[in-house]
């Protein structure tokens, strides 16, 4: 069996997928990616570049749209030189947000189709318009709907979509639903738990234990969408209600959703500009390691997640691997994995006294935080990446016959 695997940053959330069929007897395993993407061992990767930038003159609101067809037509122009050499894909599996798939089936009008389909944009009930403090205005609703040109086309012409939650699912247009199939793409269980001897030493000699009063914040940029501006304001007044905690901050000064600050370089400068904290407590970590990634995890007392309604980060759910107390926002869809009070707290995004309250509770109570940390690391099992290769498999194999 030939599989096409499609993704911009490839391989991206088809990783897990990528390594299971390269070790599959009799499957040849081809992927497409930018130019920029890092590839993986073991898996032939075509790079593209799209020929041009979308026009200035294109209008705002689908220069996006463009985007998507110079990427499309790129990827097109590389299928038909596939086909020319005679290269046929039994199934493309493919990530479609940037546009890479749009005319897949004009090369190959047979090959199974399957979409990774994590978005579709909605101007009440998800990220726009959620967070009052960046209001939606016309201008901004008119260009978030016209994003969905693009899906539309996406799940329209796919054999099959699969999505991480629920959540997401239910976002798509109803009459779609029966397309969409709910698989996530897994976490590495395997390579997570809890370590008693764990420990974070910083370049001072500093240590840092398991059982330290350590909270910890993840997010791959420190930016709203993921909470950072109300786990800053409520800080202050954690750090004085604990004299003796200390937090771990990790992610870049970038921006991966929503848009830079217009009167600070990054997030992270206005926050603490706004919300003075003592950095000798308060550790901005920037991005590190996968190592170092897990032992902050390992040595945390408290972990904090928040995020908009938006796509589920792997940090919470490699978080409840490691057996992580985790203090969340109670929103979509984090409920899916978090069950309030048995494996995690639920607080409202907004209301940082209710944070600093939770967190402040979850410090000074270690037996009910030890049922707590169990839950959640028997909750992640549920996320393993073989259980999310097989979800795939099983969908492939329905469409394609077995592998």
């Not at 897994?186 to 008693?196: A, C, E, R």
Request: with cysteine.
């Amino acid at each position: 069996m030939k599989v096409l695997l499609i993704h911009q940053n490839s391989p991206g959330q088809l990783r897990h997928l990528a390594l299971h069929l390269v070790h599959r007897p009799g499957v040849e395993v081809l992927a497409i990616g930018r130019e920029t993407a890092p590839g993986m061992e073991g898996v032939r990767l075509l790079r593209y570049r799209p020929h041009r930038a979308p026009s200035k003159e294109t209008h705002p609101y689908v220069r996006s749209f463009e985007d998507a067809v110079l990427h499309g037509q790129q990827v097109l122009r590389m299928l038909l030189e596939l086909k020319s050499q005679g290269y046929r894909p039994d199934v493309v599996v493919a990530h479609p947000g940037w546009g890479e798939t749009l005319y897949v089936k004009l090369a190959f009008p047979d090959t199974k189709l399957i979409h990774y389909t994590e978005y579709y944009y909605h101007l009440e009930g998800a990220d726009a318009g959620f967070d009052p403090e960046f209001p939606l205005n016309l201008e901004v609703a008119a260009f978030v709907s016209s994003r969905n040109a693009l899906h539309l086309f996406n799940i329209e012409q796919c054999d099959l979509g699969i999505t991480p939650t629920h959540w997401q699912k239910n976002l798509y247009p109803a009459a779609y639903h029966d397309k969409i199939h709910v698989v996530h793409e897994g976490i590495n269980v395997d390579q997570l738990g809890p370590d008693p001897t764990a420990f974070l030493e910083f370049k001072n000699g500093k240590r840092l234990h398991v059982g330290d009063p350590v909270i910890t914040y993840v997010a791959r940029n420190l930016e709203p969408y993921r909470g950072f501006h109300r786990f800053m304001r409520a800080l202050p007044e954690l750090l004085k209600a604990h004299p003796d905690c200390q937090v771990l901050v990790v992610g870049g000064d970038e921006v991966s959703y929503g848009d830079s600050p217009s009167d600070a370089p990054n997030w992270r400068e206005k926050m603490l500009r706004e919300n003075p904290v003592d950095l000798e407590r308060v550790h901005f970590l920037g991005k590190v390691s996968y190592d170092v990634y897990r032992c902050i995890l390992q040595v945390s007392a408290v972990h904090v997640y928040l995020t908009y309604p938006f796509v589920l980060s792997w940090s919470v759910l490699e978080a409840m691997a490691c057996g992580c107390l985790l203090v969340a926002s109670d929103t979509a869809p984090v409920r899916e994995v978090i069950r309030h009070g048995e494996n995690g707290w639920l607080v409202d995004f907004f209301d940082g006294k209710a944070l600093v309250k939770r967190v402040l509770h979850a410090l000074s109570n270690p037996p009910e935080a030890a049922a707590m940390r169990a839950n959640a690391r028997q909750s992640a099992q549920a996320y393993s990446t073989e259980k999310g290769v097989a979800g795939y498999m099983e969908w492939i194999e329905r469409l394609s016959g077995p592998v």
